[in-house]
């Protein structure tokens, strides 16, 4: 039995993947998580797109990429991408998004930035007005390990939004936090629904031994979402 919500990520990436990936392309950032393994199976599905370079946003991507047997490269080699597709944790109707749930925001934020077009890909459960409505489980905000409890407290205190909740992320198979692509931890924090993300981000940033955080805002030029009745909507700014 087909399961709804994976045939409304796969419809979502093939129509991306159509609609933002062409032949006279030559560079392709690929984001990270479960919908961004539809976007690479169109891809491998359409020969023309064969001879493009491919960044990946993390380690699975990366293996996306290879296991494809398409052309790996890097942010260091390409600096300028023509389209990024990634998938998103949450997307407000403003089009500003959390993502980390996986912990790789610091490489996605890079290659999105580096990218003209900035695309999201994602299923009907991803959509809200405000971010911190429907994804609770908080603001992923990388940090420098040394500085942890420190960043913790400036959450706490520093910040104009107080939060609700902030935890270190922990490992799920191992003892011990989880360590980032980049040897680095996570925070996730949780802040109830927030009016106004960009001002959010820049005051964490700020914040003394933190190295990214999960809020792209004002970046994602269009968003499409998978919905249970095998339709897909989507979102423009």
């Known amino acids: 039995m087909s399961n709804p919500i994976e045939e409304g990520k796969k419809l979502a990436a093939y129509r991306a993947v159509d609609e933002y990936i062409t032949a006279d392309h030559k560079v392709i950032g690929i984001g990270s998580g479960s919908t961004v393994v539809y976007v690479v199976e169109r891809i491998l599905q359409r020969p023309e797109l064969k001879h493009i370079v491919y960044i990946p946003t993390s380690f699975q991507s990366k293996l996306l990429i290879i296991d494809g047997g398409l052309t790996l490269g890097s942010i260091e080699q390409y600096p300028e991408i023509d389209v990024t597709i990634d998938g998103a944790d949450e997307v407000d109707s403003d089009l500003n998004v959390i993502k980390g749930g996986g912990a790789c925001q610091f490489q996605e ?3 999105a930035e580096a990218a003209k077009k900035f695309v999201i890909v994602a299923d009907f459960r991803k959509k809200s007005k405000l971010l911190g409505t429907e994804w609770t489980k908080g ?3 990388e940090v420098v390990p040394m500085t942890y409890q420190s960043v913790m407290k400036s959450i706490d205190t520093k910040l104009s ?3 609700l909740s902030s935890k270190l992320r922990m490992a799920v198979n191992k003892a011990g936090p989880v360590v980032t692509d980049n040897g680095n931890f996570v925070i ?4 109830g629904p927030i009016q106004n993300p960009l001002a959010l981000l820049r005051e964490i940033k700020l914040l003394t031994g933190v190295y990214e955080v999960g809020l792209f805002c004002q970046m994602v030029e269009k968003a499409y979402f998978g919905e249970e009745n095998g339709t897909v909507d989507i979102w423009t700014k």
């Open 109 to 111: 934020k890079v290659v």
């Open 161 to 163: 939004l107080k939060p």
């Open 188 to 191: 996730d924090t949780h802040f």
């Open 139 to 141: 603001v992923p905000i």
